[in-house]
């Protein structure tokens, strides 16, 4: 068997602003899914009458 080798990159690195694009995809994401459940109980209520 050979031995695995390094797979050299097949692209330029990211620049400032696609890494600040990604984080901020990413940290509205994750809020999202915290701001469903902090609003979920609410809604519940409401929908009761």
Known sequence: M???QAIPSAGRPLSAG???L???LCL???FNQIAVKLVLPDI???SRR
Do not use: E, H, Q, V
């Open 22 to 24: 990604m984080l901020m």
């Open 28 to 30: 509205t994401w994750g």
């Open 2 to 4: 050979s031995s695995p």
């Open 44 to 46: 519940r209520r409401c």
């Open 18 to 20: 696609a890494i600040a």
